[in-house]
């Protein structure tokens, strides 16, 4: 570990080309660490077609999900928070009863977690450690699904579907508008927005259609499962 002495005796040996970092050395950004930029889709912008079109997702990440982080951008500059990730931007909105800062950066990490959900040739049964806990928790996938798909079913209008790791299992839950477990530390394995802006280009009223399709042919139960593997890995 270098401390600002050694840094400074190394600095000295480049001369003037470290003369820039010894000034900033010690200066704060505003937002140290805070990465407010659009993470790339994790597959073409046409790849979940047919049962996403290419015009859902782009309109959903190019001018929805696009929004609610450059929304984050303009508000976090009002917060007094060190938050790092966008789950501490919001926790710290939320504590602060900062209302519009955490629906945006909520919204902008649901979505994020809402990409990496699926992928093209998704869906079906998952294996592994995630198949045994569907099998402890609903006793099949069957009534798995139809647990999921009666959480979307409950979940009177915008909103998100969601399966957390809890304990040593799994747990379902459905939330209002950018409400997120997310932001309460859970770790999450399967976002599934179901605001109507996600499927009604598609499928206009039909939210159950959409929500079949994503579970059928789009969830990437891969990501649930390196979501699930790190809170295995994590040290006790
Ligand atoms: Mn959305």
Redo the contacts with the bound molecule.
């Keep these: 570990m270098m401390n600002r002495r050694t840094f400074l005796s190394t600095s000295a040996k480049f001369g003037g080309l470290l003369l820039l970092q010894t000034v900033g050395f010690g200066c704060q950004p505003e937002k140290p660490g805070l990465s407010l930029t659009l993470t790339p889709l994790p597959y073409p912008v046409d790849a979940l077609a047919p049962f996403l079109s290419e015009d859902t997702v782009r309109t959903?990440y190019e001018k929805?999900?696009a929004a609610y982080l450059e929304r984050t951008r303009q508000l976090i500059g009002r917060s007094r928070s060190g938050a790092k990730t966008l789950a501490e931007v919001a926790a710290a909105a939320r504590a602060d009863g900062d209302d519009a800062l955490f629906n945006n950066a909520a919204?902008a990490l649901?979505?994020e977690l809402?990409w990496q959900s699926m992928k093209p040739g998704g869906g079906g049964e998952p294996t592994g450690e995630l198949h045994k806990r569907i099998q402890n928790g609903w006793g099949g996938y069957r009534p798995f699904r139809e647990a999921l798909l009666a959480a979307a079913r409950e979940q009177f209008g915008s909103g998100w579907v969601w399966l957390v790791a809890k304990g040593g299992g799994l747990e379902i839950l459905h939330t209002d508008n950018a409400e997120t477990p997310a932001v309460e530390g859970a770790v999450v394995l399967t976002a599934l927005?179901v605001?109507e802006?996600?499927y009604y280009l598609d499928y206009r009223n039909r939210r159950m259609d959409y929500v079949e399709a994503f579970l059928d042919h789009l969830v990437n139960w891969d990501f649930a499962l390196r979501q699930l593997q790190s809170t295995v890995d994590e040290p006790s």
């Design positions: 959903h929805h999900h919204q649901n979505h809402y927005d605001w802006h996600a």
